[in-house]
Nanobody
Framework: QVKLVESGGGSVQAGGSLRLSCAVS????????MGWFRQAPGKEREAVAR??????????AEFAKGRFTISRDNTRNRNTVYLQIDSLKSEDTAVYYC????????????????WGQGTQVTVSS
């Protein structure tokens, strides 16, 4: 059973940085394209960024350009993805979810089969 586990969330002051991690387990063979989403209190979930199977292409939501960086470990832990968030703002407060899919076509539609439980990021001003 494919499982995604996020880590790295927490409470941080505005202007600080966080690095979220997400590891995929329970699969045999192959790579996943992966993405990050977030859901703020009272709001719908929104896409943040995605990265393809080999890390060659990354796509960001407009709000995420400049302060968010998605990357992946393509060595030993191939299906591990990271989200670096710099210059955190109070509006970045949300639960951040990792997602994965084997199909590049699904990923390009921001459609993912597998989801993590989420990690809370709280930014105080």
């Amino acid at each position: 059973q494919v499982k995604l586990v996020e880590s790295g969330g927490g409470s941080v002051q505005a202007g600080g940085s966080l690095r979220l991690s997400c590891a995929v387990s329970g699969y045999i063979g192959g790579d996943f394209c992966m993405g990050w989403f977030r859901q703020a209190p009272g709001k719908e979930r929104e896409a943040v960024a995605r990265i393809d199977h080999d890390g060659g292409q990354t796509v960001y939501a407009e709000f995420a350009k400049g302060r968010f960086t998605i990357s992946r470990d393509n060595t030993r832990n191939r299906n591990t993805v990271y989200l670096q968030i710099d210059s955190l703002k109070s509006e970045d407060t949300a639960v951040y979810y990792c997602a994965a899919d084997r199909s590049v076509f699904s990923c390009r539609r921001w459609s993912f089969d597998y989801w993590g439980q989420g990690t809370q990021v709280t930014v105080s001003s």
